[in-house]
């Protein structure tokens, strides 16, 4: 895992574009794995720049996304096909028929989950997965003691991530209690990881995760165990990490090496 931190919002936000960019130019069919949240909103808003000033192309470009409230519609304003398409499609190149987002309104759950895995590996897997983390350890929206192996599925969703989402609705009551998720093994199944973290909020949550034991009661340290992760903070998620000094002289190394 390589942690790499930078001093605000908006330079984590460049420095993962580039990397998902540069990811992204490396194959000619690309398998995008993405999240939603107040975290990637710059990185996209990046890949959108990259997009209508450098040529980023999204044509060859397949989405998978990590989840969906259960009970919204994609209409839904709070839904996260809706987030997807105002923040990123609608603004590039991507085809309709190659983006995928779980359905919050599958009748039957359990067919549709399976499907879903079948999407992903007849797309020959996710190539570069995006990922934030929620201020109780979650990892798309595997809530704590869920199954580090778990696969797409149903899960009912912590009180702690419906106050936390609750900023998104009219009140509290109106956050769905469960969502579809990718499980933290469809997740760390992807080849390549990139986790984001913003603010003093994710400190503590984001140094268990990093640097605590890996356990089912924080999802994203199974992060620990995938061999290409790359974890981008800003100086806020930053502050509780105990060898940030290490990971900044890793991160200026490497440069040096790829001089
Ligand atoms: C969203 C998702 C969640 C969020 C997490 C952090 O698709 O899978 O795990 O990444 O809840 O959300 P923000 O970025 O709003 O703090």
Redesign the pocket.
């Known amino acids: 895992m390589q942690v790499l931190i930078r001093a605000n919002y908006e330079e984590m936000s460049k420095e993962a574009a580039r990397y998902v960019s540069s990811e992204m130019r490396k194959k000619v069919k690309f398998v995008l794995g993405?999240?939603?949240?107040?975290?990637?909103l710059g990185l996209y808003k990046e890949l959108i720049r990259m997009h209508k000033e450098e040529g980023l192309d999204f044509e060859n470009v397949t989405t998978f996304?990590?989840?969906e409230y259960y009970g919204l519609s994609p209409t839904h304003e709070q839904s996260?096909s809706y987030f997807m398409w105002e923040n990123l499609f609608k603004h590039v190149n991507i085809k309709k028929e190659n983006v995928h987002i779980p359905d919050g309104m599958a009748k039957d759950v359990e067919k549709f989950c399976e499907e879903y895995e079948h999407m992903i590996k007849e797309a020959g897997g996710i190539d570069l997965q995006v990922?934030?983390?929620?201020?109780d350890g979650?990892?798309?929206?595997n809530e704590p003691l869920s199954s580090l192996g778990s696969r797409t599925r149903l899960k009912t969703l912590t009180q702690q991530?419906i106050e936390?989402?609750a900023r998104f609705f009219e009140n509290k009551d109106e956050v769905p209690r469960y969502a579809i998720?990718m499980g933290v093994g469809t997740v760390f199944e992807a080849h390549k990881c990139i986790l984001?973290?913003?603010s003093h909020s994710?400190a503590d949550v984001i140094a268990k995760a990093i640097e605590g034991p890996v356990a089912a009661y924080i999802t994203a340290s199974a992060m620990q165990l995938h061999r290409d992760t790359i974890v981008v903070l800003d100086e806020g998620a930053a502050a509780e990490l105990k060898r940030k000094d290490y990971y900044r002289y890793v991160d200026k190394m490497v440069k040096e090496f790829n001089k």
């Open positions: 993405l999240a939603t949240g107040s975290t990637p996304n990590l989840d996260y990922l934030g983390i929620g201020s979650h990892i798309a929206f991530t936390d989402n998720t984001l973290a913003s994710k």
